[in-house]
């Protein structure tokens, strides 16, 4: 008999379930020399679909320009889609908006293509439909891959990766321009709806005040005008529901790069930016919060600070220092979501209530000294706070939605005195932290557990992360990714209770720059690549970590 595909399924019908397994690790052949391998099969059929991998070693992608990185994650991206979206039993993640390298298709220089998707193998009663089972792999498949990953059209994939490498030459260029984020005149920043990351019809589309014009040279877009933020404190102002936090957050998005018709290609973030925002009950494990608090009740030292149970202001406090732990040199706060006593603590208040009984050194008094003596910027949204104008590079009014310059005006503003005493003076700095590898566990029951619920939990060995609170996770494939991620830190040694915090995330990042499957160590999983702050975030919020000491 013929040891295709075909005959093997063929003849597996009727047989155990459990017999599906035996096509694992061959690679079938398909049709132009692509193969498909079984990586995992399902021990029943109401397990997680077993998991496929189809390598195209030929394809008509040379002339796309793939010596690039950028491109090859581009062109992925751009095949995934297209692979989602034909219709058929595989399930191929694509992810959302962003344009993150995925495990669900990977490119190679020489253009070679690696296609993974989960797949349901068809088993009434717990026995193999061989039938079944050999029209979908060997019959549609192989139609799947000519049509819609080989037989894309070029054109349109070209524009793709033009498009995203486009954004990733603008986020490149911004420290040498000395700009924190780059927001494109006609960018459409609202999206459709709190649950749907699609640009919403008919927004209005954004227009750079003059003053912070500049124009940018792009590789393929050519001249291209829209607002640069400079570095150093930038505050938006403006009355309730004027498109402030639209903006913020389209800022806390534009570190990664969205799909051409999004609306914002072209806002761009230092890739480096991270969103800080209060997250009362969260645990935080030895944080130096010295800088932000001051005296804790109960003779808590706040330069080693720990809690199971976190108030919004320490929080906060903890998840700048974090941010900065990872070396992130952008911060990005809006009053929506931060702690108005770590904000600020105006004139009447000082009078009021003694410096001696409060503990917390408000951040207006802060972000100065994070400026200037640190190189970290922050962009945050205060609509309610006049203190800002005070320590503010730059202010900028949002007005139904539109973007104006007003820091002359805030100036004039600023330059009546309100009686209000600074009550912070530099910003420490900031210590490094050595985790212990011994409080990643990523086992449960002696089996490697890492997986995401939506980007709400990441499940790690026998704790949920709760990451809500990390807003740039893009999908639940980063939060796997963070969780995998953290996995190959403690496996690869990086993590080994002698390192610092940063400089486990140094090696990490060497390895997450690779194909996917060098660090996932062959997890059946859909897995996106995560930031170095996300995969910090999520092991931050781990309520096991222990961390060894404080430099
Ligand atoms: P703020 O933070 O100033 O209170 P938001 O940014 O939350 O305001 O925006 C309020 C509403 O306006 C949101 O529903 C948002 O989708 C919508 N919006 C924001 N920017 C635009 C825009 N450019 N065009 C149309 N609608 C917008
Ligand atoms: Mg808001």
């Known amino acids: 008999p013929r040891d295709t595909l075909q005959d093997t399924l063929e003849r597996l019908d009727g047989a155990p379930y459990a017999r599906y397994r035996t096509l694992t690790g061959r690679p079938w052949p398909l049709r132009d020399g692509a193969t498909a391998t079984l990586r995992h099969g399902q021990a029943d059929p109401f397990a997680p679909p077993s998991r496929w991998e189809v390598h195209c070693p030929r394809t008509p992608f040379a002339g796309l320009g793939l010596v690039s990185p950028v491109r090859r994650r581009a062109l992925a991206s751009f095949l995934a889609r297209s692979a989602r979206a034909a219709r058929g039993p595989f399930r ?3 992810g959302g908006q962003e344009v993150v390298q995925r495990s669900s298709c990977e490119v190679a220089a020489d253009g070679s293509v690696v296609l993974r998707f989960a797949y349901p193998l068809p088993g009434p009663r717990r026995r193999i439909d061989g039938r079944s089972a050999a029209a979908d792999l060997a019959g549609t ?11 894309v059209d070029l054109d349109t994939a070209r524009a793709f990766c033009d498009a995203v490498e486009d954004a990733d030459h603008l986020r490149s260029q911004l420290p040498g321009l000395g700009l924190v984020a780059f927001v494109a005149d006609g960018a459409v920043l609202p999206r459709a709806s709190g649950v749907d990351d699609r640009p919403l019809p008919g927004a209005v589309p954004f227009s750079s005040p003059p003053s912070l014009r500049v124009e940018v040279d792009l590789p393929h877009r050519g001249r291209t005008a829209g607002t640069g933020l400079p570095r150093g404190v930038t ?9 402030k936090s639209t903006l913020l957050r ?10 051409p018709g999004d609306g914002r290609e072209l806002v761009v973030t230092d890739p480096g930016a991270v969103a800080v925002r209060a997250e009362d009950g969260r645990a935080v494990t030895r944080v130096d919060v ?14 080693d600070f720990s809690t199971a149970d976190a108030s919004g202001s320490t929080s906060q406090a903890a998840a700048t220092l974090e941010a900065l732990e990872t070396g992130s040199r952008v911060l990005l706060l809006d009053e929506d979501t931060a702690a108005t006593n770590l904000m600020v603590r105006d004139a009447r208040m000082q009078e009021l209530v003694a410096k001696a009984s409060e503990p917390l050194n408000p951040f207006v008094d802060l972000v100065r000294s994070l400026a200037d003596d640190h190189g970290v910027s922050t962009v945050l949204v205060v609509g309610s706070s006049g203190d800002y104008l005070d320590v503010a590079d730059r202010v900028l009014l949002l007005e139904s939605y539109r973007c104006s310059d007003v820091t002359g005006r805030a100036r004039e503003v600023a330059a009546r005195p309100t009686g209000r005493v600074a009550e912070a003076g530099t910003f420490p700095p900031v210590r490094g932290r050595v985790p212990d590898p011994r409080s990643v566990d990523t086992t449960a029951r002696g089996r490697r557990r890492v997986s995401a619920v939506g980007t709400d939990t990441l499940r790690l060995g026998e704790q949920d992360v709760d990451v809500r609170a990390v807003r740039q996770f893009t999908d639940p494939g980063q939060v796997t990714g963070a969780g995998l991620a953290l996995d190959h830190a403690v496996a690869a040694g990086h993590l080994d209770g002698q390192r610092s915090l940063a400089e486990v995330l140094d090696r990490l990042d060497v390895d997450l720059a690779g194909p996917t499957a060098q660090w996932t160590d062959g997890a059946p999983a859909d897995v996106a690549v995560p930031r170095r702050h996300e995969v910090a975030a999520a092991l931050n919020r781990l309520r096991t970590l222990r961390v060894l000491h404080l430099r």
């Open 290 to 303: 010295g800088a932000f608090v001051s005296g804790l009740p109960g003779g808590v030292d706040p330069r």
């Open 92 to 94: 191929v993640d694509a």
């Open 235 to 243: 505050v938006l102002v403006g009355g309730g529901f004027h498109g």
């Open 250 to 259: 389209a800022l806390e998005a534009g570190v990664h790069d969205h799909v």
């Open 141 to 151: 498949l192989p139609d799947v891959v000519a049509r819609h990953v080989l037989g």
